[in-house]
C-alpha cells in the first residue's frame, strides 16, 4: 500500500478522534445557533461600514467611534458566548492534536523516527524553522 492511501486511511481514523468529533459537534452546534449567526451577521456589516466609513474623504470621527464600539461589543458578545467557548476550546483542542501529526511527520521527512515523536508542548507552530525539538 502506498503511503497516500495509507494517509487517506489516517485521515479517516482523525475523523473519529474525540477532539475532531467534539469540534465538529461545536461548529454545528454554532451553525444551528440562530441568536449567535444573528449577531455574528450583525458584527459583518458593521465591520463594512466601518470600512465604508474609514474610506470617505471627510470622515465623522463620530460614526467611527459609535461604530468602532459597535464592532467591539459585538466581538465580545459573540467571543463570550457558550458555544463559541466551546468551539474555541475544542478547537484549541484539535490544533494540538494536527500540531502532533504535523511533528510526526516533520520528524520522517527530516530522516528521524516518527514512532519517538512526543506530543509537542509549548504551542507549537508547526514550523520547524522556529523549533527547539519535539523528540
Known sequence: MDCIELFKQAAVAL???IRYLELDAARKENDENQALQDKI???????MNMNELMSENERDEAKIAATNEKINRLYQEIMN????????????NAETLINHIDAIINTAMNGGDPMTVQEPTGGCTGSCSSCSGCH
Open 81 to 92: 458566548d457558550e458555544g463559541m467557548l466551546r468551539y474555541n476550546e475544542a478547537k484549541k
Open 41 to 47: 451577521g450583525e458584527f459583518n456589516i458593521a465591520r
Open 15 to 17: 475523523q473519529s478522534d
